[in-house]
Structures are given as C-alpha cells and as structure tokens.
C-alpha cells in the first residue's frame, strides 16, 4: 500500500588546512609572510517529504520525495602573530529524490534497510552573518548514495 513519508538528514564535512599568506600595510609596503590555520565545515539539514510504495510481493520499498535543503558553511582561522576569525554563510535550496530500499525483517515492525537513492539538490544563494550574498558558491548535493539502517512501521 502506499505511503506518507517524512525524513530529516543531517550531513557535515569538514577540511582544515594551513597555509602561508604575504600581508602589506595600508601604504602598500610589505609586511612579511605569515602563517594562517583554516578549519572550514559544511552542514547541510535535509527534509525529505513525500510517497511510497512497496514492491507487490517483495520488501523492496520505492520512494519519491520534494526536499528542502539548509546549509551552513563555517570558517574559523587563526593568524600567526595576529587574531583569529570566525565566519558564517547560509542558503537553502529545494530539490527532488527517489530511493529504492530492500527490507530485512528482524522483528515485528523491524527491519533492516539498505537503501539507493538518487538526489539533485543545490544549495545556493549563500549570505554571510551581515547579509552579504555570495551569487558565485554552490554547494552540490547531486548524485547517488547509499544508506544502511533500520526502520520502525507503525502498525
């Protein structure tokens, strides 16, 4: 039969690198070079609504669903010699998904999913915390993934 599905997803990436940077003063002299700590992390809260329906005769679910999409990008560095900043962007974006899953029952409203699903959503239209838009970065959420998990049917 089918049915009525809502999930929420929550993903995070982060990198940190150093590198060296070559300042100058305010009359354009040289003021050496200096070292920069950067530690950036991508956040993206997904919500997924939409339909399903299982397989006649198998524990194969289908699935299509509209997602809404919030991401948040955070930058915080330390300047050798210097301070440190912080820095934070958002933007939100809606996209489309479907996903094929195989149940493994293990109870009685139990099972063990292993799922495919295939998403397209981009993130963009980015602003930082003073409302400055930055119209150039997407953040692309576009692709295959695979999911292992268990679900609960209410019954």
């Known amino acids: 039969a089918p049915y009525f599905l809502v999930r929420l ?21 040289s003021t050496g070079s200096f070292t920069t ?24 679910d289908v699935e299509v669903g509209a997602v809404y999409g919030i991401g948040d990008i955070t930058e915080n560095g330390k300047i050798q010699g210097g301070g440190s900043y912080k820095s934070t962007s958002s933007g939100n974006a809606f996209g489309l998904q479907g996903r094929v899953a195989p149940r493994f029952k293990i109870a009685q409203n139990t099972s063990l999913s ?19 838009q930055d119209k150039f970065f997407e953040f692309h959420l576009d692709g295959v993934t695979l999911g292992f998990g268990v679900v609960y049917t209410f019954n």
């Open 114 to 132: 292993l799922e495919v699903a295939y998403r397209m959503l981009r993130i963009r239209d980015y602003s930082d915390d003073f409302g400055r």
């Open 9 to 29: 997803e929550a993903m995070t990436v982060s990198r940190s690198f150093d590198y060296n940077a070559y300042g100058r003063s305010a009359a354009n002299v």
């Open 37 to 60: 700590t950067n530690v950036t992390r991508w956040t993206v809260y997904a919500l997924v609504i939409g339909v399903g329906s299982t397989i006649p005769k198998t524990p194969i």
